[in-house]
């Protein structure tokens, strides 16, 4: 009977029958050629032989459950979503994803040993007229995602490092991976060695949890390889962006459960959308983890949730400024290159500040995407010196020059009942900050002036100049430095928190902001080198400088002595 099986089911069998056959120890070396001895016996303690894998074409269910049959497996449909293999062939094929629809099931199989194995089986349905017939018959000839994999039974990543290190020692080449939210998975592809003994070619090491810190290092590594599908992919980075705006404007995830799956139907008409345009909005957003796809419908996830408007760290603010006027401003970005003149000013007719000051509702969306990176603050109000100030017997004063809508003041009278608290701000932003202060329970604790630099307060303990000086060329900083140093007394400290620039080139968030300000407001980040040079100027000096989250640091800054 096997002999009059053919296509999709004869390989799907022959694939079962390898699962029964190998284990751990005898596929190692057979995939590895040279493995052995105390490398094979760490690689052995840490993974395990877990599946096969193949992609399959059926034209529906019917199909795809008559196939699992004649193979003697049981798997419960419809399959899952698979994110992964999905976006792989999207770039392959060079197809929208969203027209891809990708399913993974994974029946368990016995093997010889005894041991708990599965068939891992990728699912392309390919209906009749479709137009994927290509595609089906260009991956059962190259056969891209038939692979083998491996997994990790301590998913620590330091053992993670271990064995990616160890496969590249014996040949094996990164060949893609990533995080599956649909299942709480990461995946690293290997493309086996030449040498070796089998017909898979392709080896995967999958890992529970999310591990995208230890896989950014082996993609690189992999795209380094492929410098035409690393340039599609940055060349779509716009997309990316508009989604998420869009996603956010829509407020889409507002309208969305973070534990069950709701229909698209159901979506749509809670947000006053077209369900089909809207369903492919969210298969996209579901490759950024924003969302997951099931039977149900769509799922909030926790990245996605940041973009619910109104709650506690919200990101929305920011979706929409990134996606707005800063967006329409990046578009002048060689303008600025070429001239020196500030995008956003060539686009507006008017610097940032004045733009966004003439529009309440901008200047509001301004204020909330400033407070929406405040995921930055979270170690501020532990800072020493705060911590000291707070600890002084007469109690001790915080001025937060330019402080926005107080988000930063709050958190450190909240850390620091002793303390007191001053925001200098622009009239409309000092209103939005007494509002937010008030409600906090600090406003009896917190004075509020209007004014500009030239206004700082004098007689505090501590100043804060928060993401300020990365606004203004260097000229107009120390300006602001002076302005500090006259009002601080001798015993004051000043915390300036900022990105900065690394000294050795490596990737940082601090970059990418150093091209924003240049582009929208004339600004820059800087090192830390130039930061003190700044301070010099305006008679202070540079005591310490502590890490933030997303690439902050805090500059801990006091007078010069003479």
């Known amino acids: 009977m096997i002999t009059t099986l053919s296509g999709d089911t004869s390989r799907l069998l022959a694939t079962v029958d390898f699962v029964k056959e190998q284990d751990t120890a005898t596929l190692l070396p057979l995939l590895l050629p040279g493995l052995d001895g105390p490398e094979l016996r760490a690689l052995v303690e840490h993974c395990r032989f877990a599946h096969a894998a193949l992609l399959v074409f059926p034209s529906g269910d019917a199909e795809l ?6 193979c003697g497996l049981v798997a419960e449909l ?69 692979h083998v994999a491996f997994e990790v039974t301590a998913p620590d990543p330091l053992v993670l490092r271990g064995l990616c290190a160890t496969f590249a020692r014996h040949g094996a080449l990164p060949d893609g991976g990533g ?19 089998v017909e898979y070619r ?23 390889r492929q410098p035409a599908e690393t340039l599609l992919r940055l060349l779509t980075g716009a997309w990316t962006t508009q989604a998420l705006a869009a996603f956010a404007q829509l407020r889409v995830p507002d309208a969305m459960d973070a534990e069950r799956a709701t229909g698209v139907e159901e979506l749509a008409r809670e947000v006053g959308a077209r369900p089909r345009n809207l369903a492919t909005l969210l298969r996209y957003v579901a490759m950024l983890g924003a969302v997951t796809e099931s039977r149900d419908g769509f799922r909030l996830t926790e990245l996605g949730a940041l973009l619910r408007g109104g ?26 290159v070429r001239t ?27 204020d909330q995407s400033m407070a929406a990176g405040s995921a930055m603050f979270d170690p501020v109000p532990t800072h020493p010196v705060l911590t000291a100030a707070a600890g002084r017997p007469a109690g001790a004063t915080v001025v937060d020059v330019a402080g926005g809508n107080g988000e930063l003041l709050g958190r450190i009278l909240a850390a620091h009942p002793r303390l007191d608290g001053i925001l200098l ?35 505090g303990d501590v100043y804060v100049l928060s993401r300020i000086l990365h606004d203004w060329d260097d000229e107009r900083c120390r300006e602001i430095l002076r302005h500090c140093a006259r009002a601080m007394p001798d015993h004051a400290d000043l915390l300036v928190v900022e990105r900065v620039l690394p000294s050795d080139g490596s990737v940082s968030l601090a970059t990418a902001w150093d091209l924003h300000m240049m582009c929208n407001v004339g600004g820059r980040e800087r090192h830390a080198d130039h930061y003190a040079a700044l301070f010099a100027d305006a008679g202070l000096s540079l005591v310490d400088q502590a890490r933030l989250p997303l690439d902050g640091n805090v500059l801990h800054v006091r007078k010069a002595r003479s």
Do not use: W
């Open 425 to 459: 701000e622009r009239p409309h932003a000092v209103e939005a900050a007494r509002i937010r202060l008030a409600e906090a329970g600090h406003g009896t604790r917190c004075a509020f002036l209007s004014g500009d630099f030239a206004d700082v307060p004098t007689g």
């Open 78 to 146: 419809p399959p899952q979503p698979s994110v992964v293999v999905r976006g792989r062939l999207a770039v392959r094929h060079r197809r929208p994803a969203a027209e891809l629809e990708v399913g993974i099931l994974r029946p368990a199989v016995l093997g010889a040993d005894g041991g708990q194995r599965m068939v891992e089986v990728f699912v392309l349905t390919v209906p009749p007229g479709s137009g994927l017939d290509a595609i089906a018959a260009h991956e059962r000839d190259r056969r891209h995602e038939t």
């Open 202 to 224: 392709r080896v995967e090491l999958y890992v529970p949890g999310d591990h995208r810190d230890v896989l950014a290092a082996h993609l690189d590594e992999y795209r380094s």
């Open 340 to 366: 020196g003149e500030v995008a956003f000013e060539h686009l507006f007719g008017e610097n940032h500040f004045d733009h966004f000051a003439r529009d309440p509702e901008l200047a509001e969306l301004f």
């Open 311 to 336: 709650v506690p760290g919200s990101m929305r603010a920011l979706a929409l400024m990134y996606g707005g006027p800063f967006y329409e401003s990046f578009a002048g970005l060689a303008h600025t």
């Open 179 to 197: 995080y599956n939210p649909h299942e709480n998975g990461t995946v690293f592809y290997f493309a086996a060695p030449a040498e070796a003994k």
């Open 65 to 70: 459950s008559a196939m699992l049959g004649d």
